[in-house]
């Protein structure tokens, strides 16, 4: 047999005694949501987790009403595209139904995105998985948009490659000590030998993570130019199908491309402050090395007045 609503206890609606305070944020974390994000002119269908939140600005409310933000993301969901517009839109809507208690809110999407990504040369493909969030708040009336994309790729040291050099140069003038000239032929084939390469640089795995405030008026999340933009920049994206023609196109690119963090964080720096879609950004560059057990870091920003501060 249900209760009847009207005689069902409401805590949150009794008078609340001690402590009082404003509180900065209150609301939901870890949330699963179906989203349709509009990227370009496709749309994909991702499982996000959401954080949704208010500020408690009634130092005498008990609390906010969750269950009308948890609604009002689930109206929403897998419903539209997600685009600037509708994030802008859902924002007015639950700082709307707090409007007696709240002057704030915020919301985020965190979610993996899938790509098909071509090999470097061969024919053939694969999918990449690129961590993906969506970020808005109102604030006082104002609105903040950013969208952030981790890009993973191999970075190969400078230094490794210059000492590489050196032990090949050393292992030459051994192995052709005494001969006043030496052939093509004979260099050519010595090179193809492993005596010949008898030292290699060492590489690893690498991270950007990016987190980019878009332009006022921007009409869609630049996810897949975003993520195009960074891979071009930085040139060695880690790859999916890999033939021997693949690998030995990665090899090559590597070696074009010797990377300490500082270079890679300076190249992505480059590219964004020369992208007028993002009026500011955090950057944090993360190479887990092969030659230590700890990572080598680097923190950027686009460094404008009232931007995000440069902390790890």
């Known amino acids: 047999m249900s209760v009847a609503l009207a005689t069902m206890p409401d805590i949150a609606a009794t008078e609340h005694l001690h402590p009082q305070g404003k509180l900065d944020w209150v609301g939901m974390s870890n949330v699963e949501v179906p989203l349709r994000i509009a990227d370009g002119e496709n749309q994909h269908n991702v499982t996000a987790k959401a954080q949704i939140y208010v500020n408690l ?19 929403m969901a897998g419903k539209e595209a997600l685009t600037p517009e509708s994030l802008a ?8 139904s707090h409007s007696d208690l709240s002057t704030r809110a915020f919301l985020q999407f965190d979610f993996e995105h899938l790509l098909r990504r071509p090999a470097l040369l061969s ?12 970020k808005g708040s109102l604030i006082d009336g104002e609105l903040h948009l950013e969208l952030g994309v981790t890009v993973r790729y191999s ?30 032929a004979d260099v050519k084939a010595w090179l193809g030998t492993e005596e010949g390469i008898n030292a290699t640089p060492h590489s690893q795995r690498s991270e950007v993570h990016i987190l980019a405030r878009m332009e006022p008026g921007t009409r869609e999340f630049p996810i897949l ?8 920049t930085l040139q060695t994206p880690v790859q999916t199908a890999v033939k021997r023609e693949d690998e030995q196109e990665f090899a090559r690119r590597n070696a074009a491309n010797l990377m300490f963090c500082e270079d890679a964080g300076r190249r992505v720096q480059t590219a964004l402050n020369n992208d007028s879609r993002f009026t500011d950004f955090w950057v944090r560059v993360e190479h887990m090395e092969s030659l230590h057990p700890h990572d080598a870091v680097s923190v950027l920003t686009k460094g404008v007045e009232g931007g995000y501060l440069p902390i790890p």
């Open 57 to 75: 600005d009634d130092p005498q409310a008990k609390g906010i009403h969750m269950s009308r933000l948890y609604l009002l993301l689930d109206r």
């Open 89 to 96: 839109d859902l924002l007015g809507e639950i700082l709307g």
């Open 123 to 134: 024919e053939n493909a694969g999918w990449n998985s690129y961590p993906v969030k969506l």
């Open 155 to 184: 970075s190969t040291c400078p230094c490794s490659a210059a000492l590489a050099r050196q032990l090949i140069q050393e292992q030459f003038a051994k192995d052709f000590a005494g001969k006043a000239t030496v052939s093509a």
């Open 225 to 232: 130019e975003l993520i195009n933009q960074i891979e071009d």
